[in-house]
T-cell receptor, first 112, second 112 residues
Framework: GENVEQHPSTLSVQEGDSAVIKCTYS??????FPWYKQELGKRPQLIID?????GEKKDQRIAVTLNKTAKHFSLHITETQPEDSAVYFC???????????FGTGTSLTVIP | EPEVTQTPSHQVTQMGQEVILRCVPI?????FYWYRQILGQKVEFLVS????????KSEIFDDQFSVERPDGSNFTLKIRSTKLEDSAMYFC??????????FGEGSWLTVV
């Protein structure tokens, strides 16, 4: 089955700096890669996703890049704010399956 | 904005007891899921449900687990004889298509 690895496990940045979180996956058939933000005690919320037919997607301060050849994808947050502090999970799945494989999460702290 | 709703938000149960966790998926969604998250760990897939039957399940979803859609709106997860290691946050999720799943707020299960 699919194996998703995520790095780093913790990340601290100064407010206004950029944060980058990286994930790798093993199943070349995976073609959908969402990113979820989870605040303490709350549900994971979808913040951005990318499909394998594109290499990059941007939504305001958040962007995701995908390298299918290398089987890795990354989340980029620019101009970080304290409210960006949360745990971020990457995931991978394929259209032919129902199962999402999650990474182990990155705890991001934005220091004011 | 429509949301997945779950009840109860928190349940404490004795080891060996049966537990039913309830979910109301978003009304026009066709795929339903249960995931769990042990404290401090990643989100893990349990089961997916489509067209009134299980479409995929993980190794975690053994004989003590079952799911049901008893009517047109509810989707339930039953744990027949709870064990200490079943203590976790259980998230229900739903999606229109296989991708882009939306999570409920979760049901925190504590087995004592």
């Amino acid at each position: 089955g699919e194996n998703v690895e995520q790095h780093p496990s913790t990340l601290s940045v100064q407010e206004g700096d950029s944060a980058v979180i990286k994930c790798t996956y093993s199943d070349s058939a995976s073609n959908y890669f969402p990113w979820y933000k989870q605040e303490l005690g709350k549900r994971p919320q979808l913040i951005i996703d990318i499909r394998s037919n594109v290499g990059e997607k941007k939504d305001q301060r958040i962007a995701v890049t995908l390298n299918k050849t290398a089987k890795h994808f990354s989340l980029h947050i620019t101009e970080t704010q304290p409210e960006d502090s949360a745990v971020y999970f990457c995931a991978a799945s394929r259209d032919t399956g129902n199962q999402f494989y999650f990474g182990t999460g990155t705890s991001l702290t934005v220091i004011p | 904005e429509p949301e997945v709703t779950q009840t109860p938000s928190h349940q404490v149960t004795q080891m060996g007891q049966e537990v039913i966790l309830r979910c109301v998926p978003i009304s026009n969604h066709l795929y339903f899921y249960w995931y769990r998250q042990i404290l401090g760990q990643k989100v893990e897939f349990l089961v997916s449900f489509y067209n009134n039957e299980i479409s995929e399940k993980s190794e975690i979803f053994d004989d003590q687990f079952s799911v049901e859609r008893p009517d047109g709106s509810n989707f339930t997860l039953k744990i027949r004889s709870t064990k200490l290691e079943d203590s976790a946050m259980y998230f229900c999720a739903s999606s229109v298509l296989r991708n882009t799943i939306y999570f409920g707020e979760g049901s925190w299960l504590t087995v004592v």
